[in-house]
């Protein structure tokens, strides 16, 4: 356990660096941009302990915002935000009592499910597509008066 340690808070931080120079250098729209950084951000244990939902909820509120049609994959970006928010910690899958703290020695299904959720959403927003969705079936954006 001490060698994951060592080695992953250094490699997290690594990660940070790239996604933001990613997130930079693609010129992408701001939420999508703030969801790269957010998401790497929630890599670092040491930041996001149980912070991921207010780390990714400016985000999700420039992506609720945001002027322009739906697409499917903001239809997938959307379902990973709101399965990224919903608590998973309330089932104790294992405990390890070597650990240390209480809370470093659990493993709950958050320990499995949220790096491959933030995973899809990283790529998800650094790679946009414009799939339209079907004639007849888009989502008109919200008017601005409705997001005041």
């Known amino acids: 356990m001490r060698i994951f340690e060592a080695w992953y808070v250094p490699f997290s931080a690594v990660l940070l660096v790239v996604l933001c120079v990613l997130a930079i250098r693609r010129s992408l729209e701001l939420w999508r941009s703030l969801t790269v950084l957010a998401c ?28 322009s049609e739906m697409t499917k994959q903001d239809y997938g ?7 990224l928010l919903i608590p998973k910690g309330h089932l104790i899958i294992y405990y390890f009592p070597d650990v240390g703290s209480f809370e470093a020695g659990l493993a709950t299904p958050a320990t499995f499910l949220n790096p491959l959720l933030l995973v899809c959403l990283t790529f998800m927003a650094l790679l946009p597509t ?13 008017e601005p008066a409705v997001l005041r």
């Open 130 to 142: 414009k799939a339209k969705l079907p004639q007849g079936s888009h989502a008109k954006p919200l």
């Open 40 to 67: 790497a951000m929630c890599f670092i244990p040491v930041w996001s302990n149980d912070y991921r939902l207010l780390i990714l909820l400016p985000p999700l509120c420039l992506f609720i915002r945001a002027q």
């Open 77 to 83: 970006i959307c379902a990973l935000f709101g399965l």
